[in-house]
């Protein structure tokens, strides 16, 4: 399967004092972090997963996910994610990344009976929080009963988080009147619809027992609720998605045996986390070109501690004013020296390309043409004059290809990641990928973050 590409070569070069044996000298000093990575809990962690669920099946961490999230799909319409931002903004990442932009308002055939999903608990917004109650209290889209039931997951160490805890009464209660409506008026059945991943005592965890949850999923110490993302806290909701949870967690595997096994020159981790150190010492921009991908570059700039200078996600237009900006003296625009802009995106779409012939007035026949093999990333369509046959991906590839062109002659260091497909197999090396970087960022300037 393919690995995700990264190339820094309008980074790491001489026009920004990066000469090659720099680079080599920097290398080698990360390259001494790798054993220390290697043992940290949450590197480990995928491999430890598949491991357990070959091994024992059911019994595993993973095949409890399976067993629940296979089955409650046929007795519910939405799921409730209650957790800080921390917890959820993997959660989050996962869903925008892998299903239908619109998953939420597809019919429950359009989602193939998968929930739709909402999140909560990480912000005391009490509007929102309001309005998400008013919308489960509206249903699905249809008659049948599982439209009109939803379940929760609950994210909490012990229960007394005060974002999660302040509204998770709000949504008990409409979860018990939901099911006094449906006919399951007994308190013993709301623990078919609460799935709680929680520490092993407090609040939370004695609530869970006392209305007879089915499972109870231990929320682990040692890993920090940043990298939580291939424990239970990211694979339930990616399960109830109906998302291939086995291939997220190969996919870290895969980028685990890469960091492992790749000499410097040749290790994406290595390259990226030399590229920050070298020449980001103020900012790094993440310039995101598709939006499945804005909510994973969310979730990277929570991952960030605060001693690896400020990050800050961006989107193409937003990109070129800030670096048009910058040139004017009393600018405050993020594009300044020491800045590094990454570009991310995809050379493959999921939906046949639509036609990019603008709008001339009239009818317009048909806006999809024969799908082509995309170009690779930045690359110019192959006849830039034709644009009548021209799609979308061209047009963006062309405008990547301008835009980056035009940051680097302004002055700032880009590089590109670019995932081959937006699957969970590459989802998975990029979290594991950007989470060891971080991991090794925080050892070498003695910054490191507890539990990690």
């Not at 931002?85 to 009976?113: F, I, K, M, Q, W």
């Not at 309005?131 to 049948?144: F, H, K, S, V």
């Not at 990019?356 to 690779?376: C, D, M, N, Y």
Request: charge should be negative; include cysteine.
């Amino acid at each position: 399967m393919s690995r995700l590409r990264f190339d820094a070569s309008r980074a790491v070069a001489t026009d920004f004092g990066v000469a090659e044996e720099r680079l080599a000298r920097e290398l080698d000093e990360f390259d001494s972090c790798r054993a220390e990575i290697i043992e940290a809990p949450f590197f480990r962690l995928p491999a430890q997963q598949l491991a357990d669920y070959g091994a024992v099946r059911e019994a595993s961490e993973v095949g409890r996910i399976f067993k629940i999230a296979n089955t409650i799909h046929d007795k519910i319409d939405a799921v409730v994610v209650l957790g800080s931002d921390s917890h959820a903004a993997g959660p989050v990442a996962l869903r925008d990344a892998c299903c239908d932009p619109y998953h939420n308002e597809l019919t429950r055939g359009g989602r193939g009976s998968k929930p739709r999903m909402y999140f909560a608990g990480n912000y005391l917004d009490s509007d929102s929080i309001g309005a998400l109650l008013n919308r489960l209290r509206g249903g699905g889209y249809g008659e049948n009963a599982p439209e009109s039931r939803w379940a929760m997951v609950v994210i909490d160490p012990c229960g007394q988080t005060r974002e999660t805890s302040v509204v998770l009464p709000h949504f008990i209660a409409a979860l018990e009147a939901s099911l006094e409506g449906g006919g399951e008026s007994s308190r013993a059945s709301n623990g078919d619809y609460v799935i709680p991943i929680t520490g092993k005592s407090g609040p939370l965890r004695s609530f869970a027992t006392d209305i007879g949850c089915s499972e109870i999923y231990d929320l682990r110490d040692d890993i920090p609720a940043s990298h939580s993302i291939f424990t239970a806290v990211g694979l339930m909701p990616a399960a109830l998605l109906g998302l291939d949870c086995m291939k997220l967690l190969e996919g870290a595997v895969a980028m685990n045996e890469h960091f492992i096994s790749a000499a410097p020159a040749q290790n994406v981790v290595l390259q990226y986390v030399c590229t920050n150190a070298l020449l980001a010492q103020r900012c790094r921009v993440v310039n995101v070109w598709t939006e499945a991908l804005q909510s994973v570059a969310r979730w990277y700039t929570q991952l960030l501690d605060e001693p690896l200078g400020t990050t800050v996600m961006t989107t193409p237009s937003d990109l070129v004013r800030q670096t048009r900006s910058a040139r004017s003296a009393a600018s405050d625009s993020c594009c300044q020296p020491g800045t590094v802009v990454h570009h991310w995106a995809t050379s493959a779409w999921r939906m046949d390309p639509l036609s990019s012939e603008p709008f001339r007035g009239g009818l317009v026949k048909s806006a999809q043409v024969e799908a082509t093999e995309p170009p690779a990333s930045g690359a110019l369509p192959s006849e830039p004059d034709s644009r009548s046959t021209a799609t979308i991906p061209q047009l963006l590839a062309e405008r990547m290809g301008t835009t980056r062109d035009a940051v680097h002659q302004s002055g700032y260091p880009t590089t590109c990641f670019e995932l081959p497909y937006i699957d969970t197999y590459t989802l998975g090396q990029l979290f594991q990928m950007l989470m060891i970087a971080t991991a090794i960022e925080t050892r070498c300037r003695k910054a490191c973050p507890s539990g990690v």
